[in-house]
């Protein structure tokens, strides 16, 4: 029998697992990719837009706690905060809901800094893997090796590659975007498709890689810190909002800079948990938004990530604490 669509979307996300794993020799307990990050509390406040575009509960109250990680790209847990492949980096944030029948809820929102994405479906992301970990063999064909001619076919992985991803100042200074797009409804059903978008109220500031080489392997995570201590940190979460026509189901296209942004509120972050490691062990974000008011569109990809997130998530629980 032929797999179901939510069998081959599980199936997708348990390799894409084992290929990340595998690209970076990930350990145990740690995430396949964007392994190494920090944890950080603050508070949500959203805007009068917000409530307009949609019913969801965390739109509507008059603000929300929220659980934030930045986080650099790569498996490898250890990467400096200075490495160009540490780029780009992560922010997903958790909205912590009120309890529903004594269950705790959330909705997250997974971003990161840049407004690219090389593939549109979770198979195009394991050929692109695949492609990468062949290069790198030994006997690897050259001119083109295997990288160079899955690039030289898939423009928009080519586009990702290439785009320029210089090193933030300060996770404070990042800009982030979410790469899918998303359904808001609004209290009267009317639906709106959105990609979101955060954007440091700090100013956005970075580094040349001279810059970045003189720092510090931990200067973010330290930096972000000091930031928190001082006071805290905050962003604007934004929307783009798709005009008729948009694709809603491609992760790779863009929509222009001329469709309009509408402010959904403020992140504030103030605080640092203690157990930062082991909460982000336990931690599984989640890119579905299950809850009223906000839906997932088409994209296949959006599915396939919340399957790595889940699979990868039990297994860092089950790999107990790290030591």
Not at 201 to 216: I, P, Q, V, W, Y
Request: hydrophobic share 35%.
């Amino acid at each position: 029998m032929p797999l179901s669509s939510n069998e081959k979307t599980n199936e997708t996300g348990a390799n894409l697992v084992k290929a990340l794993q595998g690209a970076f020799h990930t350990p145990p307990g740690f995430r396949p990719a964007h392994a190494r990050g920090i944890l950080l509390t603050g508070t949500f406040t959203p805007t009068t837009e917000a409530a307009s575009l949609s019913k969801a509960v965390h739109f509507n109250a008059s603000s929300t706690p929220v659980t934030a990680r930045f986080s650099n790209s790569t498996g490898l847990p250890q990467i400096p905060d200075n490495a160009g492949d540490a780029n780009p980096r992560g922010f997903a944030v958790r909205f912590n809901l009120p309890e529903k029948n004594g269950r705790r809820q959330h909705t997250d929102i997974i971003t990161h800094s840049t407004p690219f994405f090389p593939v549109n479906t979770g198979e195009g992301f394991l050929e692109l893997l695949g492609a990468i970990g062949a290069s790198s063999a030994p006997d690897a064909p050259k001119n083109p090796s295997p990288i160079e001619a899955f690039l030289g076919s898939h423009p928009a992985a080519k586009a990702f590659v290439t785009a320029p991803k210089p090193t933030p100042a300060s996770f404070a200074t990042e800009k982030y975007f979410g790469v899918n797009a998303f359904k808001l409804i609004a209290e009267d059903g009317k639906e709106t498709f959105v990609r979101y978008r955060i954007t440091p109220d700090a100013g956005e500031s970075h580094l040349s890689d001279e810059e970045a080489k003189g720092k510090d392997p931990a200067f973010l995570h330290n930096e972000i810190q000091t930031r928190i201590i001082d006071g805290g940190v905050s962003f604007t979460l934004s929307a783009q909002i798709a005009n008729e026509g948009d694709q809603t189901n491609d992760a790779t296209v863009r929509w222009d800079e001329d469709r309009k942004v509408v402010k959904l509120g403020t992140i504030k972050l103030d605080a640092i948990p203690d157990d930062n490691d082991e909460k982000q062990r336990t931690t599984i974000f989640d890119p579905v938004p299950r809850l009223e008011g906000a839906a997932p569109s088409d994209d296949p990809i959006i599915d396939v990530r919340a399957s790595l997130y889940l699979i990868s998530g039990k297994e860092r629980r089950a790999a107990g604490p790290h030591h």
